[in-house]
């Protein structure tokens, strides 16, 4: 099984940056994602690390430590359509997904 | 193909009648996942398949619970007497599996389960 530990709220301001951490304990690991989901909307993929270090997509990035069982997810230049969800999901070798209980954003303007 | 479809988006139904949820994923992923959301809660993985082949499922799907996926293409998922506990956000999401850059898993709308 996995432990996927992940902040429940977090808020910030408009124009201003937010990281959600998310730890994890796993056997297998094959990937972490992160996922925005809108309350009543599907979750929708926003990025993906295999390897240690940052990945960055535009104003999101996120970054990996395979050995600390850590990663976050930055979010910069926040915009009220920012506030969301935000769930962190560990793949094992088996391609399923496991997600964390996710982290609200909410962006005040 | 604009994506996965989910049919239908809202059900409310009586405890101890029987419902049906459909999936269509995008058209050439052979990966099919079928997942449960309450409030404040992370998806939970139920069953997937690998073309109509289901290759595994959760402890979450007790026997009231049966998914089938005959051709390869659309899903179904039925509960038989339903509970109130059954009450959540049934999600499907589909991916390409084996050969995918990323194999992320992409996800419909939803079918929101009311029960009485």
């Known amino acids: 099984g996995q432990n996927i530990d992940q902040p429940t709220e977090m808020t910030a301001t408009e124009g201003a940056i937010v990281q959600i951490n998310c730890t994890y304990q796993t056997s297998g690991f094959n990937g972490l994602f992160w996922y925005q989901q809108h309350a009543g909307e599907a979750p929708t993929f926003l990025s993906y690390?295999?390897?240690?270090g940052l990945e960055e997509k535009g104003r999101f990035s996120s970054f990996l430590s395979r050995s600390k069982g850590y990663s976050y997810l930055l979010l910069k230049e926040l915009q009220m359509k920012d506030s969301a969800s935000y769930l962190c999901a560990v793949r094992r070798d088996d391609y399923k997904l496991s997600f964390g209980a996710g982290t609200t954003v909410t962006v005040r303007a | 193909d604009t994506g996965v479809s989910q049919d239908p988006r809202h059900k409310i139904t009586k405890r101890g009648q029987n419902v049906t949820f459909r999936c269509d994923p995008i058209?050439?992923?052979?990966?099919l996942y079928w997942y449960r959301q309450t409030l404040g809660q992370g998806p939970e993985f139920l069953t997937y398949?690998?073309?109509?082949?289901?290759?595994?499922k959760s402890r979450l799907l007790s026997d009231r619970f049966s998914a089938e996926r005959p051709k390869g293409s659309f899903s179904t998922l039925e509960i038989q007497r339903t509970e109130q506990g059954d009450s959540a956000m049934y999600l499907c999401?589909?991916?390409?599996?084996?050969?995918?850059?990323?194999?992320?898993?992409?996800f419909g709308p939803g079918t929101r389960l009311t029960v009485l």
């Open positions: 999401a589909s991916s390409l599996g084996v050969g995918g850059a990323n194999n992320e898993q992409f």
């Open positions: 690390n295999v390897l240690d």
């Open positions: 398949f690998q073309n109509e082949a289901q290759l595994e």
């Open positions: 058209s050439e992923h052979n990966r």
